[in-house]
């Protein structure tokens, strides 16, 4: 079910990575995610993912969350590795038509999926271990540069911590649609891909009503509290790194100079 989903939920603790500044957390998580990115090979790639089974274990976070973050994201990972799976070269295993699988087509499949997965469980350690209010802080602080081009800030950061905040509430939303849609005896699970699609037009059309609904009470409950942006604002909780946190950019230089070492003294995967 969606309401089983774990994407964007916070999960109070008081792990390393809970105890980290949340200024580093977001900067780290960005050079995590680019090292994904950089990782040229499977050495390298499995340097990257070493570095986040590193921070799983570090958060306190039960496995099975994670594993539930990957549960909505689980097509895509498939549909992207079988996409991949046609595109390599080396010995052809299977061939039909214009399409064919190789050697290099299945390093790929392999590759891509484990990018992907890296990418998302990058993401939940973040977003599992800070909480919104720390998140809006740390892009506010992170982003305060852009205030010299007259961007505003803290309305930015607010913006993506809200989207981020309610993702799981409308995830919770979309499956009691659901539910209801099927005990008024909806079809949503037989046919073709075309008919599944038209079958949640009656799902969409409330979603988007109560998503609208929602943002507004939000809008107004923010008005009635005399909200107006971040100009005059004091924080309630200073942010101030500690020894763990220049601990915790010891460790990511460590991985991102092997990540490099490996991408320049070992082979590259095979295409």
Not at 147 to 172: D, G, N, S, W, Y
């Amino acid at each position: 079910m969606l309401s089983n989903s774990t994407l964007g939920q916070y999960f109070p603790g008081n792990s390393i990575i809970h105890r980290l500044d949340p200024r580093f957390k977001l900067l780290l998580t960005f050079v995590g995610i680019v090292l994904v990115f950089v990782a040229g090979n499977f050495f390298s790639l499995f340097a990257v993912v070493a570095l986040v089974v590193l921070a799983m274990g570090l958060s306190g976070i039960p496995l099975r969350q994670y594993l539930k973050s990957l549960k909505a994201i689980i097509v895509l990972v498939l549909f992207t590795a079988v996409l991949n799976l046609f595109y390599g070269h080396g010995e052809v295993l299977w061939q039909f038509w214009i399409f064919q699988i190789t050697t290099g087509g299945i390093s790929n499949a392999f590759f891509i999926a484990i990018r992907v997965i890296s990418l998302i469980l990058f993401s939940a350690v973040l977003t599992y271990t800070t909480s919104p209010t720390q998140l809006t802080d740390a892009l506010e602080r992170v982003m305060k540069p852009l205030k010299v081009f007259h961007i505003r800030v803290h309305e930015i950061a607010m913006m993506m911590t809200i989207a981020l905040r309610f993702v799981p509430t409308l995830l919770e939303e979309t499956d009691k649609i659901m539910s209801a849609q099927k005990a008024r005896g909806a079809d949503m699970e037989s046919g073709g891909a075309i008919q599944r699609m038209k079958a949640l037009i009656p799902v969409l059309i409330p979603l988007f009503v109560s998503s609208f609904r929602r943002a507004y009470d939000l809008a107004t409950a923010m008005e009635c509290r005399c909200y107006r942006g971040g100009e005059g604002r004091t924080k309630m909780k200073s942010l101030h790194a500690t020894v763990l946190d220049y601990r915790a950019v010891a460790i990511i230089v460590l991985f991102a100079a092997a990540v490099v070492a490996c991408n320049l003294l070992l082979p590259a995967r095979l295409m």
